[in-house]
């Protein structure tokens, strides 16, 4: 089974602190993504990679900024907090020779004060 | 870009079969997916459609229809667990990326 795992569920920060969500992967995937999900409005990437060291901006990429130093790691960084980057953050990743079907973690619920 | 649209809420009742539409417009595409998402939780895979026609699997099946930009996930003998969301995206050509929908909240009542 593939298994995407989120260093936290849940993180409550303050407006200015730098944040670090960090995914892992355990399937050798070449993509990893960023996505938030917010209700009304569905899930939005914020960027994707798709090898080490590589990374294209998504849909929603201001504010936020990412690190994949090794293949089974992805990282979202928001660099200064605020508190409209208030919401459910979820992790993917997808294999090219799988149909690139995406899996899901578990998500983390982020609230800056 | 893409315009993916579902409905926002469906209800229907336990034993009963319900159609979850999903339209699309895209300038390329490159595969619909439907996804599950229980309240809290992360979605789960349920179905992939690239060429036109019916995927069955298990008491879930996915259509798709690329001419008219339509797909739609039946379920049949419905459960309670079944009450979720459901998420349609659809993969663009020479893309990796996927666009979602804004998913179809399903409420399955006794």
């Known amino acids: 089974d593939v298994k995407v795992t989120q260093s936290s569920r849940y993180l409550v920060k303050r407006t200015g602190e730098k944040v670090f969500l960090e995914c892992v992967q355990d399937m050798d995937h070449e993509n990893m993504f960023w996505y938030r999900q917010d209700p009304g409005l569905g899930l939005r990437l914020i960027y994707f990679s798709y090898d080490v060291k590589m990374k294209e901006k998504g849909d929603i990429p201001e504010g936020y900024s990412v690190s994949r130093e090794k293949k089974e790691r992805f990282s979202l960084i928001l660099e200064s907090a605020s508190t409209n980057q208030t919401s459910m953050y979820l992790c993917?990743?997808?294999?090219?020779?799988?149909?690139?079907?995406?899996?899901f973690g578990p998500g983390t619920r982020l609230l800056v004060l | 870009g893409q315009n993916i649209d579902q409905p926002t809420e469906m209800t229907a009742t336990e034993g009963a079969i319900v159609q979850i539409n999903c339209t699309y417009q895209t300038s390329g595409f490159n595969g619909l997916f439907w996804y599950q998402q229980h309240a809290g939780e992360a979605p789960t895979f349920l179905s992939y459609?690239?060429?036109?026609g019916l995927e069955e699997k298990g008491r879930f099946s996915s259509f798709l229809s690329r001419s008219k930009g339509y797909s739609y996930l039946l379920l049949k003998e419905l459960q309670m667990k079944d009450s979720a969301s459901y998420l349609c995206a659809v993969r663009e050509a020479d893309g990796y990326a996927l666009n979602f929908g804004k998913g179809t909240s399903l409420l399955v009542t006794p």
């Open positions: 459609n690239v060429l036109d």
């Open positions: 993917a990743s997808s294999d090219t020779s799988n149909q690139e079907t995406q899996y």
